[in-house]
């Protein structure tokens, strides 16, 4: 998971963020499977953490897509503040998609059951492109656009009427007549290929954000606080649907389509009447022909019974109308020529194979690589020479087949065999690092006895490229999190040999002037860069460094408010293999302080037995004993920890020990699943407060703790009269 680049959070469309917090869920789910109840966990806690991060910001970025089974059973979210909400009149729902013909014969068929009894009556539908942009709903109240807001929630949305208005196919006013007093038209803001290319130009020519397809960035502009912003990126408009009118303004879709048309919209040009099966599906394959020279995206062919009063009959279930149905297009493919395999080495060692193309547009998008996930993948066999379900013999020079499945991270599906170059070499993956030069080796999994499918660097701190991901990693969020000091600014501040290790970062101060040197020369490098780009001249290159300079101040100061940070961010931040954020949290709690962990990882390193030396802790197992074991049996990581720490004061772990421990003397019982620790870290964060643990409740039980769940101890205790509180509560009485 980690290996693979991924999209950054703003650039998903609705539909990928729909896709990935379902796998995000499904793989949340069985790593606890694997980890709280078999005891075999699967992918390691930064992994781990990593799934719950991404979900966490994909929740937040689309909190209308919280799924029912969230990891963070944060259900429900509201929408996202800052425009003001509006209640649609009628709710704009979604429809039901169809892959293949059979499902759209089934479609048509279910809709003759339905109708069966009437005799005679001929079901016609209409067709028209599913336009692949953004939904609206546009108020008019006798005449004029009034309001006009997103799709939110399908019952609630944003209101972005002055964005709308600036959109040149909403008509302010409705030309012609017969419109009904109130009437919510619904139809999709879109953006053309035309549009976002000189969008995207603009952008380089100054240095700009890049934008990554039409679709989101018609979304971005359309939440543009300034409508100016909106007005310059020329959106555009097709009506569609209404929801709610105080009259009916058509007895079927296909007139509605054409009065919207008279009152001043543009609608698809695209739209025909069908009776069969057969004719829809043979306008879907015209509207496919045309599809890559319409000049916009569209995602596939709506189909609508045309009579409204047959629309109203049929039906809806769950959010969707069962009188229509998406077929939808497969995922867009494209083929182009792979000219190299660049490798990444990641912070653990990881190399990573990524696969150089010739650019190529693939729905939209221009991909120039994409990931090769491993050697065995590109070889398509394993160590063992047997093949593997996704591998497929990839060579330089090869022609592949690219697809961007569901709009998400593109991958090679195909490999023309029949195309390959005379004389191109099966890959060899490196066995040495192509950074630091030592040797890249698969290791053993001990406990199945297989090769890993990963190569790694075995150089450790001599390797930049790790040490550059480490410090990377070490100020990132959960880990120090220091503001203004990004991933940028380590690999400027260790290419001019500024920070090496985690403590030069704490002395950068006494070393300014150098600093701004490195951050001034890299200024300039941009600008001319910039300038090249765009052929104009340097007018504001001044401006922009002197307030870079009082950035300095800042950036110091950022890094100062952190030295002395939470002993767990502090452990999670070392990058110790397999510990992520909960396990570092596990070792923080149990050893209260860092001079305690090292002692214990020194001891445990030199026993013969380490994981028999290692205390006990839930939770924690082979895999992250031995990762503490590598780790503070290296001499070299003592170097580097002891200068940390003549800069670095982790704050030590406190529980609340003292004798007016609110728990102390007190008999209690945890129930229930427990969701911040585990179970026998809360048996022993209770016995430090000085606290008896028991089993089971009685009459003699002060506290119960109660997760969810809770089944009979809960009832025991409540029959008893013992104090019930929850995981928090309990928390907030021991001073955490
Ligand atoms: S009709 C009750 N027609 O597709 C049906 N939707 O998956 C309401 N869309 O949210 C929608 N082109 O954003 C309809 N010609 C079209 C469409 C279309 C695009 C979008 C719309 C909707 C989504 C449903």
């Keep these: 998971m980690s290996d693979r680049p991924q999209k950054d959070v703003a650039d998903l469309s609705e539909d990928e963020a729909r896709l990935e917090l379902e796998r995000l869920a499904a793989a949340i789910a069985a790593a606890d499977i694997a980890y709280h109840q078999n005891d075999a966990p ?21 909190p209308g897509l919280v799924r029912a089974d969230s990891p963070t059973g944060r259900v429900g979210a509201a929408p996202a503040e800052g425009f003001a909400k509006v209640r649609h009149g009628v709710p704009m ?113 100054i240095g700009g954000q890049d934008y990554v397809n039409p679709r989101n960035t018609a979304a971005g502009s359309l939440r543009q606080k300034d409508p100016t912003i909106t007005a310059s990126r020329n959106l555009k408009f097709f009506a569609y649907a209404w929801g709610l009118a105080s009259s009916e303004p058509a007895t079927s879709q296909y007139e509605a389509v054409q009065k919207f048309a008279e009152w001043g919209f543009a609608v698809s040009p695209l739209m025909v009447r069908a009776k069969s099966a057969e004719d829809l599906i043979a306008h879907y394959r015209t509207i496919e022909a045309q599809r890559s020279s319409l000049g916009y995206d569209i995602d596939g062919v709506v189909y609508k019974v045309d009579s409204i009063e047959l629309q109203k009959r049929w039906g809806y279930v769950t959010g969707e109308p069962r009188w229509a149905i998406a077929h939808k297009f497969p995922a867009e493919r494209a083929t182009t020529t792979l000219r ?9 060692g990881t190399l990573a194979p990524v696969a150089r193309l010739d650019p190529v547009s693939v729905g939209g998008v221009t991909v120039v690589n994409v990931t090769l996930h491993n050697e065995d993948y590109i070889a398509g066999r394993d160590s063992n020479g047997l093949p593997i379900r996704e591998g497929k013999d990839i060579r330089i020079g090869d022609s592949v087949v690219i697809q961007r499945a569901g709009d998400v991270i593109p991958q090679i599906v195909d490999v023309l065999i029949d195309k390959r170059p005379a004389g191109a070499e099966p890959y060899r993956m490196p066995e040495t690092c192509p950074v ?108 922009v460094q002197d307030r ?90 003592d170097d580097v920890l002891e ?51 028991a089993g ?41």
């Design 436 to 543: 630091c030069g030592s040797p890249a080796t698969r290791e053993i999994n001990p406990k199945t006895g297989k090769e890993d499918s990963r190569r790694r660097c075995t150089g450790e701190l001599v390797c930049a490229a790790q040490a550059v991901e480490n410090l990377k990693h070490f100020v990132s969020r959960g880990a120090l999190d220091i503001e203004g000091l990004g991933a940028e600014n380590i690999e400027l501040f260790f290419a001019k040999g500024l920070v090496r290790n985690a403590a030069d970062i704490f002395t950068l101060r006494e070393r300014r002037a150098a600093v701004q040197e490195a951050l001034a020369e890299r200024r300039e490098e941009q600008a001319r860069a910039r300038e090249a780009a765009s052929g104009k001249t340097r007018k504001n290159v001044r401006a």
């Design 340 to 348: 190299g395999i660049d490798i990444q080495v990641g912070r653990t």
């Design 696 to 736: 089971s409740v009685s009459a003699k039980t002060d506290i119960l703790v109660a997760g969810p769940g809770a089944g009979s101890k809960l009832k025991t205790a409540q029959e008893h009269g013992v104090e019930v509180i929850s995981e928090d509560e309990w928390f907030a009485r021991v001073g955490r």
């Design 93 to 205: 729902l979604s429809l039901a998609k169809a892959y293949t013909d059979q499902d759209v014969v089934d479609f048509i068929e279910r809709g003759q059951r339905f109708f069966q009894r009437d005799e005679g009556l001929e079901l016609a539908f209409t067709a028209e492109p599913k336009i692949d942009g953004l939904s609206a709903s546009l108020r008019y109240e006798n005449g004029v656009f009034v309001q006009g807001a997103t799709r939110g929630d399908g019952s609630v949305g944003e209101d972005i009427t002055a964005n709308l208005r600036t959109i040149k196919d909403i008509p302010e006013k409705l030309a012609g007549s017969g419109w009904p007093e109130v009437i919510e038209i619904r139809g999709e803001v879109y953006m053309t290929y035309a549009e976002f290319q000189a969008l995207k130009e603009r952008s380089a020519a």
């Design 548 to 637: 870079n300079y009082e950035g300095l101040d800042k950036l110091f100061g950022a890094i100062d408010a952190r030295r002395e940070p939470e002993l767990d961010r502090f452990i999670f931040a070392l990058g110790i293999r397999h510990i992520g954020e909960t396990t570092a949290a596990a070792l923080a709690r149990t050893f209260g302080t860092m001079e305690e962990l090292m002692r214990v990882g020194k001891e445990v390193a030199a026993a013969e037995d380490p994981m028999a030396a290692f205390p006990s802790i839930d939770g924690i197992g082979s895999t992250v004993v031995e990762a503490l074991v590598d780790f503070f049996g290296n001499e070299r990581n």
């Design 42 to 62: 699967e992918i390691s806690d930064a992994e781990y953490d990593a799934l719950k991060r991404r979900n966490d910001a994909i929740e937040e970025a689309f």
């Design 643 to 693: 200068a940390l720490l003549v800069q670095v004061h982790p704050k030590p772990y406190v529980i609340n020990i003292s004798a007016d421990s609110q728990v102390a003397g007190k008999t209690v019982v945890f129930t229930g699943s427990l969701e911040k620790m585990t179970r026998s870290e809360a048996k022993a964060m209770a016995e430090r407060l000085g606290a008896k643990v």
